[in-house]
Nanobody, 124 residues
Framework: VQLQASGGGLVQIGGSLRLSCIAS????????MGWFRQAPEKERELVAAVSWSGGAKYYGDSVKGRFTVSRDNSKNTVYLQMNALKPEDTAVYYC??????????????????WGKGTLVTVSS
């Protein structure tokens, strides 16, 4: 599966952005999806994940209550709605996928397919 993320940009503190990741290739619902981010000199961290049907979701502690992950299997797309953005949310955001069992996979090594990142910059 090929993944392409979009929607990043420059936003003010407290603002919102919605990231999208469109998949092509195999059947989209075969994959659980995750959104990771990586800030300079930091490890890549799982921000949110959504299960194959969208029925189960996971959020990292730092984004709970502010970010919402969703997917539309009819459009082969996963979304990350980011609200109340903070400077510490500044990072390159990546979408990723896996088709093995278990949910969620919480580390990058658990994902088999990656899109190119999209940069989110939160600034005053």
């Amino acid at each position: 599966v090929q993944l392409q993320a979009s929607g990043g940009g420059l936003v003010q503190i407290g603002g919102s952005l919605r990231l999208s990741c469109i998949a092509s290739g195999r059947t989209f619902s075969d994959y659980a999806m995750g959104w990771f981010r990586q800030a300079p000199e930091k490890e890549r961290e799982l921000v949110a994940a959504v299960s194959w049907s969208g029925g189960a979701k996971y959020y990292g502690d730092s984004v709970k209550g502010r970010f919402t992950v969703s997917r539309d299997n009819s459009k082969n797309t996963v979304y990350l709605q980011m609200n109340a953005l903070k400077p510490e949310d500044t990072a390159v955001y990546y979408c990723a996928a896996y088709d093995s069992s278990g949910f969620p996979h919480r580390t990058a090594s658990g994902y088999d397919y990656w899109g190119k990142g999209t940069l989110v910059t939160v600034s005053s």
